[in-house]
């Protein structure tokens, strides 16, 4: 390939790039505006300011333009729960910091957070997002994961995979369920009395992983009922 081709190919590569990025960026506005449901691509293309060929030769349908548009968050969100944990050496009180992360991320990110968690939309194909399913360092949800195998490791708890995904799910709805209600319930809602916010986390992550390592305490540890006469 020629130099001047390269810089052709490389210029091209650029323009979709800047072209990718303003459409993301007209999703999520569109979004905050009136929900994953009013999304359609002829919609965004007329938003962008481009033909929807466009658009569909950047993202092969709405779930993928969707899917794509939480990208951002995601990493974002991996990367604070990794940068919480990694302040401690002992497995428990990792889950603990990532859990208090998560719930910051939340409540200071209550867009995003809304659009990935809480926003019903149509579902694409693991491989139309950019980040990698799987990945402890991309996808929020397997480094939880990755922080009950170490949890195993430690000998705390025990249990087969199947196992550990109950762990980290039970931990992720807890985790999910706090931060949602606090960010849909108003201020002055009288339904439900007010807890001081850091007093709420803390005992809702105290209550969790306390009855996560006794319900898969490591058999090790779990004493054997006194044999009787």
């Excluded at 009180?93 to 409540?107: H, L, N, P």
């Excluded at 990110?109 to 360092?137: I, Q, S, T």
Aim: glycine share 6%; net charge positive; aromatic share 6%.
């Amino acid at each position: 390939m020629t130099k001047a081709a390269a810089n052709l190919q490389e210029r091209k590569r650029r323009e979709s790039e800047a072209r990718r990025k303003h459409i993301i960026s007209i999703v999520k506005a569109l979004i905050k505006k009136g929900g994953a449901r009013e999304i359609t691509i002829r919609k965004v293309a007329e938003e962008a300011g481009f033909s929807t060929t466009i658009v569909y030769a950047l993202f092969k349908d709405k779930a993928t333009l969707i899917t794509q548009a939480m990208d951002e968050a995601l990493l974002e969100l991996v990367k604070v729960m990794k940068k919480a944990a990694s302040q401690h050496s002992d497995a428990i009180e990792k889950i603990r910091a990532t859990g208090k992360a998560y719930i910051q991320f939340g409540f200071c990110n209550p867009d995003e957070y809304a659009l990935v968690f809480m926003e019903r939309r149509p579902h694409a194909p693991v491989e139309a997002a950019r980040v990698e399913h799987g990945n402890v360092n991309q996808d929020p949800y397997a480094y939880a994961h990755s922080l009950f195998v170490g949890l195993r490791e430690q000998g705390v708890v025990s249990g087969d995979d199947t196992q550990l995904h109950l762990m980290t799910q039970i931990f992720w709805h807890g985790i999910h369920g706090l931060t949602s209600i606090g960010l849909v319930m108003d201020e002055g809602d009288v339904w439900i009395p007010k807890i001081e916010p850091q007093t709420h986390v803390d005992s809702l992550l105290d209550v969790m992983i306390s009855g996560i390592t006794q319900q898969f305490a490591a058999q090790k540890s779990r004493k054997k009922p006194a044999a009787t006469a």
